[in-house]
């Protein structure tokens, strides 16, 4: 069954894009855990890290460059965090592979 994100992609919900291309979309986080909190997910719908095969290695790649390149458009010059959350221990909620881009706020180490 589709995910949320899936019908962000499919623009049957609405979403504050930032970027996207064929491969990646990024929006901001409904409930953002930071002053600058943005989703970057890959088009194909990738359940988690769990998930990934050998031929995903490019599309995660490239949300993690497009992450570094929101970074750097967000203006996060002091840094920022990338989490990607796994599986119910990981605190994973939505079943679509996401990064989380976090900025804007000094973050804390380890995390809860
Ligand atoms: P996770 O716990 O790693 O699965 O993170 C899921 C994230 O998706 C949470 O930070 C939510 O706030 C966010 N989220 C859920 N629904 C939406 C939505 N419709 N638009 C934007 N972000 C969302």
């Known amino acids: 069954m589709p995910s949320i994100f899936t019908k962000i992609i499919d623009r049957e919900i609405p979403a504050d894009v930032v970027f996207e291309d ?3 979309l990024a929006f901001r986080d409904i409930t ?5 909190h943005i989703l970057i997910i890959p088009k194909r719908e990738i359940m988690s890290l769990d998930d990934l095969s050998d031929e995903d290695e490019q ?3 490239r949300c993690v460059m497009v992450a570094s390149k ?3 458009s967000e203006g996060l010059t002091d840094g920022y965090r990338l989490v990607v959350n796994c599986g119910s221990d990981g605190g994973q909620e939505v079943p679509h592979l996401h990064f989380h881009l976090l900025g ?3 973050m804390t180490w380890p995390p809860g």
Do not use: E, L, S, Y
């Open 70 to 72: 929101i970074a750097a």
């Open 22 to 24: 064929d491969t990646c």
């Open 59 to 61: 599309t995660v790649g």
């Open 32 to 36: 953002p855990k930071a002053p600058t």
């Open 104 to 106: 804007g706020r000094k």
